[in-house]
C-alpha cells in the first residue's frame, strides 16, 4: 500500500527537514500514531507532492520529517468533471466521497428543477463546504496527490454553458419517450473534456434536456438497472475511467 497522505498549506516541502502540524500533524501523531522511520506523503492537493520519512513527533500534533524531492503530477486526460445534481440528505456528500475514491476530475453542483434540496444562503455555502470537505478527505484517503474541484453551485444556463465547451457531453438519461445512447458504447476522445450530468431522483425535466442537448450533450443510459442519483455518477466515471484508458 502507498504511504498515508498528508495536506500542507502552501509549496510542497522538498530536501529539507520539515514539521507537520495543525490538525494534519494532530491526526498523523495522535490518531495514525506515526513512528520514527515510517514514510508519508505531503501533498497541496494539486498535483504537487512529496515523500517524507518521519524522524520524530513533538507533543500531540507535530510529526517532524525529512521531505524528499518535489513530483508534480500532470493532470489527466481526458479529464472527466461530473455536474451532480443535488440529492437529499447527505447523499451528495456520499457522491462526493465514491466519486473522488473512484477519480473523478471535478464536481460541479447542479439546482435542478427537482431538486427536492435547494441551496440557499447560508445553509448552500455550509453544505459547499461539506462536499469540498468530503472531496479534500476522500482524496487523502485513496492516496491521491490532486483531488477534484468542487465547483460553485450552477445554474441551469451555467451547466449548459460547460456541456457545450466540452469535447463530449451527456446527461444520464433514459425514458420511454426520448432515445438514449449506452454510455458503454460511446465513441469517447481520447483528450480534452468529458463532462457528464447526473440528475435528481426525480429525473432531468424535459425543459432542461432540451436545453441540454441544444449545446451539445447527447442523453445516454448506463444499464438495466436505475441508479440513485448518489450512486449514478460513480458507476459512470468508472465506466469512463476504464473506457478511456485511464485505469489501465
Known amino acids: 500500500m502507498t504511504a498515508p497522505v498528508f495536506v500542507v498549506e502552501g509549496a510542497v516541502p522538498g530536501d529539507r527537514a520539515y514539521v507537520l502540524d495543525g490538525p494534519e500533524g ?3 501523531v495522535s490518531v495514525k500514531r506515526l513512528r520514527a522511520g515510517e514514510t508519508v ?3 497541496d492537493g494539486l498535483g504537487s507532492w512529496c515523500e517524507a520519512v518521519v524522524t520524530g513527533s513533538e507533543g ?6 525529512d521531505a524528499g524531492p518535489v513530483h508534480v503530477e500532470t493532470e ?3 479529464r472527466i468533471t461530473v455536474v451532480q445534481a443535488l440529492p437529499k ?3 451528495g456528500e456520499l457522491a ?3 466519486m473522488t475514491e473512484t477519480g473523478v476530475d471535478a464536481i460541479v453542483p447542479w439546482a435542478a428543477s427537482r431538486c427536492i434540496t435547494q441551496w440557499r444562503g447560508d445553509r448552500g455555502l455550509k453544505a459547499l463546504g461539506k462536499w469540498r470537505a468530503t472531496a479534500r478527505e476522500a482524496g487523502k484517503q485513496s492516496r491521491r496527490v490532486r483531488f477534484p474541484v468542487v465547483g460553485e453551485a450552477a445554474t441551469t444556463k451555467e451547466v449548459a454553458a460547460l456541456l457545450a465547451g466540452a469535447d463530449f457531453a451527456a446527461v ?3 425514458d420511454r419517450d426520448t432515445p438514449s445512447g449506452a454510455l458503454a458504447s460511446a465513441e469517447l476522445p481520447d483528450s480534452g473534456e468529458i463532462v457528464l450530468v447526473v440528475g435528481p431522483e426525480g429525473g432531468v425535466s424535459p425543459e432542461e434536456l432540451t436545453v441540454f442537448e441544444e449545446a ?5 443510459r448506463l444499464g438495466r438497472s436505475v441508479l440513485r442519483t448518489s450512486t449514478a455518477g460513480t458507476a459512470a466515471v468508472a465506466l469512463l475511467l476504464g473506457r478511456t484508458g485511464r485505469w489501465g
Open 26 to 28: 494532530r491526526h498523523a
Open 41 to 43: 506523503t505531503l501533498t
Open 60 to 65: 500531540k500534533d507535530r510529526l517532524l520529517v
Open 76 to 78: 489527466e486526460r481526458p
Open 89 to 91: 440528505g447527505d447523499r
Open 96 to 98: 462526493v466521497e465514491t
Open 172 to 174: 444520464l438519461h433514459e
Open 216 to 220: 451539445g450533450a447527447r442523453p445516454m
